[in-house]
């Protein structure tokens, strides 16, 4: 359907990468294309390659490669979730220069480290 002027939508997809990425990768905007197939018959039926229209896209899209042996809100990945790691959470929100978080500790999704993970981490050390 249309998404009338500002207003937004959340789109959620797979992605398939061809070739060896690992976590932090950034595929450059003129790097991707983006295709679908909207009527479920096997054949893409639109097809957008980057730089065509406005993509939003100003560099490039981070890959997250998720950790097998990550665990959620081990932002610092030593294996626990403790206090450092809300700590650290707290750095990142504040603008404090931190150590890289773990991108696979992200909770909700979203491919940062934020309120979501400083609370499930202190859900997690609560119990």
Do not use: H, Y
């Amino acid at each position: 359907g249309d998404i009338p002027a500002g207003m937004q939508a959340e789109i959620v997809f797979d992605v398939i990468a061809d070739g060896d990425l690992q976590t932090g990768d950034v595929i450059s905007a003129d790097g991707w294309t983006f295709a679908f197939d909207s009527d479920g018959d096997g054949v893409n039926d639109v097809t957008v390659k980057a730089g065509s229209g406005s993509s939003g896209s100003s560099g490039g899209v981070t890959v997250i490669v998720p950790d097998p042996e990550c665990l959620p809100g081990d932002v610092n990945g030593d294996g626990d979730i403790t206090l450092a790691d809300a700590v650290t959470v707290l750095q990142i929100l504040s603008g404090a220069e931190a150590d890289a978080p773990a991108l696979c500790a992200d909770v909700n999704g979203d491919g940062k480290m934020g309120m979501a993970e400083l609370l499930f981490i202190l859900r997690e050390l609560a119990m």
